[in-house]
């Protein structure tokens, strides 16, 4: 096995090729052999992209009512309809929707059965008011507040023979009074024409 | 709420926020504070009243219309059910509306002469 070739730190040193150590040091005592010259060392090439590990993930949706990018997104997936429920304050809108999820919770409705909703924490939030678990004397649903945004509840039906339905209701428009419900062709109406014009079949039902 | 709610059903028809042949539920709700007044018939009457005066307005624009009574969070009555009427109701929303009828098209557009609208559809045949 042949004899590696010895190094010197000292660049000006040629002990690899006459073995003999240009300050004049007995190789054993020389403080430069073995040592890498720094014209050894190779410059580090940092053009190439950092390797990026990709991650797997994946979105759960939070459950609350949807915005309504987020309401039309779920729609363009699949054939759905969206039902608006439009009334005067306080006329039961919020009431309805919450009945009708607690009434899924016993099984189905007149044949349909509840096949999956994105918003299910918004449910409970509207219905938790009107269960003994919130040690409420009497039921009560939460009002919604006048002039907030459109909101979207989820729910994905099934009936007897038929496919799933997808259904989308629309969070409660309250309207304050007469006067009003001819103002509200800019808050609410401005809502309901985007709805009309992005989605295939609005129902309205009017409480 | 008499006059309000056909009020708002003529703003969005005449906003058009509403497509032409959507269906409207008008739905009575509270049905246990109803039962629970001494004015039953009376509240009764104008509803029918009520949605009489809207199918009236707008049986041309909208698809069908129809009224439902719930009662969605009955208290202090044991005469009605949590939840009654609001089946029915669900099953109206669901329903599949009926397909609109559709005529063919005949275009003519593409033949400006009248010479070339001759022994088409019919028409100027002899």
Redesign the interface.
């Given at each position: 096995m042949a004899s590696q070739p010895r190094t010197c730190g000292n660049g000006d040193c040629n002990l690899a090729t006459d073995e003999k150590c240009v300050e004049g040091y007995p190789l054993e005592e020389c403080p430069h052999v073995g040592r890498i010259s720094i014209e050894d060392i190779q410059e580090v090439r940092d053009d190439a992209e950092p390797t990026v590990i990709a991650e797997t993930t994946i979105q759960l949706d939070s459950g609350e009512p949807l915005d309504r990018e987020t309401a039309a997104s779920l729609q363009r997936r699949r054939l759905s309809?969206a039902?608006?429920l439009?009334?005067?304050n306080d006329?039961?809108?919020t009431?309805?929707i919450?009945?009708?999820y607690?009434?899924f919770q016993s099984g189905p409705?007149?044949?349909?059965s509840f096949a999956g909703s994105n918003t299910l924490i918004g449910f409970e939030k509207v219905c938790h008011l009107?269960r003994a678990v919130s040690r409420r004397v009497?039921?009560h649903?939460q009002r919604t507040s006048v002039g907030a945004d459109a909101t979207f509840f989820h729910l994905d039906?099934h009936?007897e023979g038929t496919a799933r339905?997808r259904?989308i209701w629309q969070r409660p428009t309250s309207?304050r009074?007469?006067t009003s419900?001819?103002n509200?062709?800019e808050p609410?109406?401005s809502r309901?024409?985007s709805m009309?014009s992005s989605w295939p079949?609005?129902?309205?039902?009017?409480? | 709420?008499k006059?309000?709610?056909p009020?708002?059903?003529d703003?969005?028809v005449?906003?058009?926020?509403?497509?032409e042949g959507?269906?409207?539920?008008?739905?009575l709700?509270?049905k246990d504070v109803v039962i629970a007044s001494p004015h039953v018939e009376r509240v009764t009457r104008e509803f029918e009243a009520l949605v009489a005066q809207i199918k009236d307005a707008h049986s041309g624009y909208l698809g069908e219309i129809r009224a439902f009574t719930?009662a969605?969070?009955p208290?202090?009555c044991e005469d009605v059910a949590?939840?009654e009427g609001?089946?029915?109701?669900?099953?109206f929303?669901?329903e599949v509306?009926p397909s609109p009828a559709v005529e063919e098209f005949r275009s003519r557009a593409a033949m400006p002469r009248m010479i070339d609208r001759f022994g088409h559809d019919g028409e100027g045949d002899q």
């Open positions: 309809r039902i608006g439009i009334g005067p006329s039961g809108k009431s309805l919450a009945s009708l607690d009434l409705v007149s044949g349909v009107a009497k039921p649903t039906l009936q339905e259904t309207l009074g007469p419900s001819l509200f062709a609410t109406a309901c024409s009309a079949t609005v129902r309205s039902g009017t409480t | 709420m006059a309000m709610t009020q708002i059903v703003a969005l005449e906003a058009k926020s509403v497509c959507c269906r409207l539920a008008v739905v709700t509270k719930v969605a969070s208290q202090d949590r939840g609001i089946g029915d109701l669900l099953r929303w669901i509306p």
